[in-house]
């Protein structure tokens, strides 16, 4: 019977020991969840930036392009 509550016992702290390894995993995967969440929330609004960008870059040179001949336009319906 001595044996069997010896074992119990070393049985007991090895689960304690383990229920403390898992807690810390669960911690370090909670860490990383976090770290994984500004990673993305950080690649999007780069994304977003990078997109508005292009968009007003590209919305210039269309504009340039075109600015003379309704430039040409406007003179044309004002002089008549």
Known sequence: ????????????????KLEGRFGKLEEKVDRLDYKFDVYQKGTDAMVRMATTSMIAAASVVVLSNLSPAIAQLVTALTTN
């Open 1 to 16: 019977m001595v044996r069997l509550d010896a074992t119990v016992v070393q049985l007991d702290e090895k689960f304690d």
